[in-house]
């Protein structure tokens, strides 16, 4: 009668090692997609300040017609724009390898793992319409 009560005290430890082992999984997930929001952020900050000198930039020539300021800052608004871009372009791809490492661990499907990945795409759209706008000068 003892060792039955030990093999069933052994399952339930196993059981709840198991719930717990899921439980820090999911954890981990909503840790990752929390870096990558806090990624988000930042990358929408570089698309922000990179927009504002080139359109400051943009701004001064109009008021002083016939004067040209350097390409430097212009140059300096691109920079951070693909800045913004490559940097959430890396941590998509961290994240996805992350999510991948902790599905093969156990990780259950149903986590929510995609809206942030799909937050940051529609941003690196956005980044690029952005460099498009500014190299080109549309719309003028």
């Known amino acids: 009668m003892s060792e039955a009560v ?4 052994q ?3 196993a059981e709840v ?4 082992s899921d439980l820090a999984l999911v954890r981990t997930a909503f840790s990752s997609g ?5 990624w988000i952020r930042t990358s929408v900050s570089l698309y922000g300040f990179g927009f504002s000198i080139s359109k400051f930039v943009d701004y001064l020539e109009l008021q002083q017609q016939g004067t040209h300021f350097s390409a430097g800052l212009r140059r300096l608004g691109i920079a951070l724009i693909l800045m913004g871009v490559v ?10 390898q992350r999510v991948r490492r902790m599905r093969k661990l156990g990780l259950p499907p149903e986590s929510p793992v995609l809206l942030p990945v799909a937050a940051a795409g529609v941003l690196i759209g956005i980044g690029f319409a952005t460099l ?3 190299t080109t000068g549309w719309p003028s």
Request: charged share 15%.
């Open 132 to 134: 498009i706008t500014i």
């Open 17 to 20: 090692m198991k719930s717990l």
């Open 87 to 96: 940097a959430l372009t890396l941590a998509i791809a961290e994240h996805w």
């Open 6 to 9: 030990a093999s069933q005290g």
């Open 34 to 38: 929390r870096s990558l929001m806090s």
């Open 11 to 13: 399952n339930r430890a």
